[in-house]
């Protein structure tokens, strides 16, 4: 997947059980975030981030969108338990996961494991990814993903 690239579309569950489409959001900046699974150290930070940052992420017109593969149910206790603010998408079959490319091999500790590897798109109000974040280290990286943001809604 390459910037300029349309976007692959998709309909899932959010942490409430209600369906985000991809395409319905057309019209604004989407910022697109996988990360491996909820309520550890890495992806609760990002998760508590992008939530901090959110008026500003709102104020652009933007819409954060956090997926994994945990399930609903543990996307809305992820949620509740640190009051976060993004929408979690369920992506359990994997097959969003699968269509960005971020489903692969991963190791730790000298063992190799299948996992998403966390990564962050920006897609433009017409469905085209703008910026991809292809390995993302989670300290500072709202804050770049937001100015990246207002920079494509309010060109220089």
Not at 34 to 58: R, S, V
Not at 101 to 117: A, D, P, Q, R
Request: with cysteine; hydrophobic share 40%.
């Amino acid at each position: 997947m390459d910037i300029g690239d349309k976007a692959p579309d998709f309909t899932a569950p959010d942490q409430d059980g209600n369906s985000v489409t991809l395409s319905g959001l057309r019209g604004q900046p989407v910022v697109l975030y996988f990360y491996p699974k909820d309520d550890t150290p890495g992806c609760t930070q990002e998760a508590k981030d992008f939530t901090e940052l959110g008026h500003a992420f709102e104020a652009a017109g933007a819409v954060v969108i956090g997926v994994s593969k945990d399930s609903v149910k543990k996307h809305e206790k992820f949620r509740l338990k640190h009051d976060l603010g993004v929408i979690l998408v369920s992506d359990e079959e994997g097959d969003i996961c699968e269509r960005y490319g971020v489903w692969g091999e991963k190791s730790m500790y000298g063992k190799t494991f299948m996992g998403i590897t966390r990564a962050t798109f920006l897609i433009d109000g017409q469905g085209q990814i703008a910026r991809i974040w292809p390995k993302v280290s989670v300290k500072g990286h709202a804050e770049e993903v937001l100015a990246a943001v207002e920079a494509m809604v309010r060109p220089a």
